[in-house]
Each structure stands twice: as structure tokens, then as C-alpha cells.
């Protein structure tokens, strides 16, 4: 199959952990995204992007799992010390970046982006998120006032406040890499569209990935349990339902676990 590059992956984390850390990346890379913009509508899709991040730390103990992770990859890492095959020098660098980021989680008594919930402005946005078109400008005249400021005010602003969550950011982001580059990739075929496998419970799996090229007419769509997880591979069509493809399916299949 072509070069990791030339493909779309497609992927179904494996436990709440994993899903959580999954959404903040994705997040994050938006927020990035959107940043440099200097249009009103960049600085909004940025700071929609912050009130999301600060939404999935409301909705659970992320510096609790946060840290569990962080521990959990150094001991599992740490025993690849004893290999030879493996780069040591960047295996210590890994290490040290992840001791590092624990030590900060921990030196730190307050919960995850405590400072911006606590920031009023940014509470009253949080507080229209959940209303359709909620933070129209007569719902939040001071949105409003302040979306009229200078770009490179809005984006001085938007930097601070994204650097607030940078203790967050920067572990989740080396979390998931280390976890989807976890896997030896397998190529495998879909006999009419469909793929099962069965999963060892004590195996660590963490995230299943299914990889296809760009140009491909059809989309993966994966369920995952405890045992198993299927891949079925369905084709848009339209406004309609997608069909189910009746022809094997080639594709790159990742089993992370760490």
C-alpha cells in the first residue's frame, strides 16, 4: 500500500482514557490552526475551540488520568532500556520529557485550566456554547466589542490564553503520538467489505487504526469492544444512507497498544 503520508486513518479509541486525550489533540491542532487568522471569524472559531477544550476538563478528571498515563508509559518504556535495537538516546529524551510533564502535573495544585474557568469573560462565552447561536452579537455584547479589536490584539490575547493550557497540551499531544506509533502496522483485506478481529483483553490495546488512500471512494467505519472490533467499509451516497462496499477492501491496520 502507498506511503503512511498518501493516507486517511480512520480510528476508534479503545477506552474513555484514550477518547478524551484523542478530542483535546484534535482541539488543540484547530486552535492552532485558526489562530493566525485575522479575520473575526478565525478569532472565533480559536476561542470556540478554547471553550471546547475547557468543556472536556469539566467533564472529567483529566489531571488524574493524565498522570496515570504519564506513568504507565514511563514504566512500559523504561524496560526498553534493556533493547538493543532501540535508539536509547531518543528513548531517554522520551522519558525525560514525560517525567517532566508529570513533575509539572503535580507541582501544580490546581485543577486544569482553572485560571480561564475562572475568567469571566470567557465564562459568559461558555455559558451561550450549549444555545444554538448563542454568542450572536446582541446575546454577548462584550463578544461583540471585543471581536472589534485590532487582530493582532485578538491574537496576543488568544496566545496567553492558550499558553494557560499548555501544561495540558504538551503531554497530550507527546500521549497520543507515542500511542499511534505504538503499533507495527499490518497490511490486511477486507473480504467484501467487512474485517473482524478478536482482541486479547490483557493485550493494553488502546486505539485501532485503519488506514486508506486519499483518492479512495469509500470511508471506514469501526465498532470496538473489550474482545473484538469490526471494520465495515461503506461508500457515500448522497443524501442517502451509505452503502455497504461488496468488494475486498485493501487497507493499513493498526493495533496500538503501549
Known amino acids: 500500500m502507498s506511503d503512511e503520508k498518501s493516507l486517511v486513518f480512520y480510528e476508534q479509541p479503545l477506552n474513555e482514557?484514550?477518547?478524551?486525550f484523542l478530542r483535546l489533540d484534535f482541539l488543540f491542532r484547530q486552535a492552532a490552526h485558526t489562530l493566525g487568522g485575522e479575520s473575526r471569524w478565525d478569532s472565533r472559531a480559536t476561542l470556540g475551540s478554547i471553550v471546547d477544550i475547557l468543556e472536556v476538563?469539566?467533564?472529567?478528571?483529566?489531571?488524574?488520568?493524565?498522570?496515570?498515563?504519564?506513568?504507565?508509559?514511563?514504566?512500559v518504556l523504561a524496560r526498553l532500556r534493556r533493547s538493543a535495537a532501540v535508539d536509547q538516546q531518543r528513548l531517554e529524551s522520551i522519558l525525560e520529557r514525560l517525567a517532566g510533564y508529570q513533575e509539572q502535573l503535580h507541582a501544580d495544585m490546581r485543577a486544569l485550566g482553572q485560571d480561564l474557568k475562572d475568567h469571566e469573560f470567557l465564562a459568559s462565552i461558555r455559558q451561550r456554547a450549549t444555545v444554538p447561536g448563542g454568542s450572536?452579537?446582541?446575546?454577548?455584547p462584550s463578544y461583540h466589542h471585543w471581536?472589534?479589536?485590532?487582530?493582532?490584539?485578538?491574537?496576543?490575547?488568544?496566545?496567553?490564553?492558550?499558553?494557560?493550557l499548555e501544561g495540558v497540551r504538551a503531554p497530550v499531544e507527546l500521549l497520543v503520538r507515542l500511542i499511534r506509533e505504538s503499533s507495527s502496522p499490518t497490511e490486511e483485506m477486507a473480504e467484501a467489505g467487512f474485517f473482524q478481529r478478536?482482541?486479547?483483553?490483557?493485550?493494553?490495546?488502546?486505539?485501532?487504526?485503519?488506514?486508506?488512500p486519499r483518492d479512495a471512494h469509500y470511508f471506514a467505519e469501526i465498532s470496538a469492544g473489550k474482545h473484538r472490533f469490526t471494520v465495515r467499509f461503506l461508500e457515500p451516497q448522497g443524501a442517502d444512507r451509505p452503502r455497504p462496499v461488496a468488494e475486498g477492501v485493501?487497507?493499513?491496520?493498526?493495533?496500538?497498544a503501549i
Open 17 to 20: 482514557r484514550v477518547r478524551s
Open 250 to 256: 485493501p487497507f493499513r491496520l493498526c493495533c496500538c
Open 57 to 75: 476538563l469539566a467533564r472529567t478528571d483529566l489531571k488524574t488520568e493524565l498522570l496515570k498515563e504519564l506513568e504507565r508509559h514511563q514504566t
Open 147 to 164: 471581536l472589534q479589536q485590532p487582530p493582532q490584539v485578538r491574537e496576543a490575547e488568544l496566545r496567553t490564553w492558550l499558553e494557560t
Open 136 to 140: 450572536c452579537d446582541f446575546d454577548l
Open 198 to 212: 478478536s482482541l486479547d483483553p490483557s493485550g493494553g490495546f488502546q486505539l485501532i487504526r485503519v488506514g486508506l
